[in-house]
C-alpha cells in the first residue's frame, strides 16, 4: 500500500517556517454571522438536554428514539476521539484511505467544526498548552477563585465566541494539502444538516407520523448533540483544573474518571498530555478508554497500522514518583 493511502499527520508540533516568512498564529476572524449560527448550535441542543429529563418523565422516550441518540453518539463520538484527534491531529496510527476518510465524515457529524479547522485548534492547544497562545486555557484569566471561574466558561464554551481563528495553514499543512480532507471540509454544512434531520426524517418515517419525526429529532439529535458537545467541552475546562495528575506534563493536564465513558477516553488527558501520541490515554489498571479499544479493533483487522500503544519506558520515565 503507498504512503499516500496510509499517511500519518505529523506529531503536534508547530510546522517549521521560512525565518522570512512567518505564518501568523491567527487567521481573519470568524464573521458575526458565524458567531450568530454558533450562538444556535450551542444553546438549542443546551436547552433541549436541560429538558430531557422532565420531557422523558412526562412523554417517554421509545426504543427507536433510544437507539437513534446511541447510534449517532457512538458514530460523531468516536469519529472525534478516535479520528479527529487521536488520528488526524496526532498521528497515533496510520489507516488506508477509506477509514481516513470515514473518521471525517464521522467526525464532522459531532457538529464541533470541520476537521482541518478542529486540528489546527487542537495543534495550536498543545503548542501553547495552559500558556499565551492557547485558544481555551481556564488558566487564562489567572489563578484566584473568580479568575478560574471565568476562565472555566471561557474554556468551557466562551471560547468558541472569541473571533480569534487558528491558522490552518500553520497548524494544519498537511491537511490543507490533502485533497480527501479538502473535499470533506467543503461538504461540513451538508454532513451538519445529515446530522441533525436524518433522526428526525427516520422517526417520522419508522412510525409514519409527526409525532414519530419531533422525538427523534428531540433526542436523536438535539439532546445527543448538546451531551457530546458539552462532555467534549468539559475535556477542554475540567480536565485542566480538577482531577489526578499522575504523570508529569508542561501543563495543567488531568485524569478525570468520570467522563471516562462519556468522552470515550479522553478525559484521561494528563497521559495525553504526557505523550501525546499515544493511541491509548487509559493506560493505569481500571482505565476505561473506548477509543483506544476501538483502534485496537482497527489494529486487529488490518486497518490501522504502525499504531503508537504505551511504551513502558516512556511511562516511567514520566510517572510522578509521590
Not at 128 to 135: H, L, N, Q, S, V
Request: overall charge positive.
Amino acid at each position: 500500500m503507498s504512503a499516500v493511502l496510509t499517511a500519518r499527520p505529523p506529531e503536534p508540533v508547530e510546522p517549521a517556517t521560512p525565518v522570512n516568512a512567518p505564518k501568523p498564529l491567527l487567521a481573519a476572524p470568524q464573521s458575526r454571522l458565524a458567531i450568530a449560527v454558533l450562538w444556535l448550535f450551542v444553546l438549542v441542543p443546551f436547552a433541549a438536554l436541560a429538558a430531557a429529563v422532565p420531557v422523558a418523565w412526562g412523554w417517554g422516550m421509545s426504543p427507536l428514539d433510544a437507539t437513534m441518540a446511541v447510534v449517532a453518539y457512538l458514530i460523531s463520538g468516536f469519529g472525534i476521539a478516535a479520528g479527529y484527534h487521536r488520528y488526524f491531529t496526532h498521528g497515533s496510527f496510520k489507516a488506508p484511505r477509506w477509514l481516513r476518510v470515514t473518521l471525517a465524515v464521522a467526525g464532522s457529524l459531532a457538529i464541533e467544526g470541520s476537521p482541518t479547522q478542529w486540528v489546527a485548534d487542537h495543534r495550536r492547544h498543545h503548542a501553547f498548552a495552559d500558556r499565551e497562545g492557547d485558544p481555551h486555557s481556564p488558566w487564562r484569566y489567572g489563578a484566584s477563585i473568580g479568575a478560574l471561574v471565568k476562565g472555566l466558561f471561557f474554556a468551557h464554551v466562551g471560547w468558541l465566541f472569541n473571533r480569534e481563528v487558528s491558522n490552518r495553514d500553520r497548524f494544519a499543512p498537511d491537511l490543507v494539502a490533502d485533497r480527501d480532507l479538502r473535499v470533506v471540509d467543503r461538504l461540513f454544512l451538508p454532513l451538519v444538516l445529515v446530522s441533525v434531520f436524518a433522526p428526525a426524517l427516520i422517526g417520522g418515517l419508522a412510525t409514519m407520523s409527526w409525532a414519530g419525526a419531533l422525538t427523534g429529532f428531540f433526542w436523536g439529535s438535539l439532546v445527543r448533540i448538546a451531551l457530546l458537545h458539552h462532555v467534549t467541552w468539559s475535556v477542554n475546562s475540567i480536565c485542566h483544573v480538577v482531577g489526578d495528575r499522575p504523570f508529569t506534563s508542561k501543563d495543567k493536564a488531568t485524569n478525570f474518571w468520570p467522563l471516562a465513558i462519556l468522552s470515550f477516553g479522553e478525559s484521561w488527558h494528563n497521559l495525553h498530555h504526557a505523550d501525546p501520541t499515544c493511541a491509548r490515554h487509559g493506560v493505569l489498571r481500571g482505565q476505561i478508554d473506548p477509543a483506544g479499544r476501538l483502534i485496537w479493533i482497527f489494529e486487529k483487522l488490518g486497518w490501522a497500522t504502525d499504531v503508537r500503544w504505551p511504551d513502558a519506558g516512556r511511562l516511567a520515565a514520566k510517572t510522578i514518583t509521590r
